[in-house]
């Protein structure tokens, strides 16, 4: 088992930063890729940027230019540093972790809020 603990949501102005941080335990030779969802009320889940052990990102459209997703595997953390945030960022973000072994099982954290005033 593989267990994820977010930190650093908050409330912020448009135009502000936040950074994210996303500390695994357990299990770790379980996961490789590890990445950031957000749902905003009324919306679907949204991927928003994933990183691999390797250190390749992929990002949503939405947020590119704008996020940076990065990781210390030392740490066994990953971190979502979120700049030029707008009002439509707001949402849980929730951390995730595919199982490398079997995709089919996901780990995800709590959720930490993020809310962007206009």
């Known amino acids: 088992q593989v267990q994820l603990v977010e930190s650093g949501g908050g409330l912020v102005q448009a135009g502000g930063s936040l950074r994210l941080s996303c500390a695994a335990s357990g299990s770790i030779n379980n996961i490789n890729t590890m990445g950031w969802y957000r749902r905003a009320p009324g919306k679907q889940r949204e991927l928003v940027a994933t990183i691999s052990s390797g250190g390749n990102t992929n990002y949503a459209d939405s947020v590119k230019g704008r996020f940076t997703i990065s990781r210390d595997n030392a740490k066994n953390t990953v971190y979502l540093q979120m700049d030029s945030l707008k009002a439509e960022d707001t949402a849980v973000y929730y951390c995730?972790?595919?199982?490398?072994?079997?995709?089919?099982?996901?780990?995800w954290g709590q959720g930490t809020q993020v809310t962007v005033s206009s």
């Open positions: 995730y972790a595919p199982n490398r072994w079997l995709p089919a099982i996901s780990y």
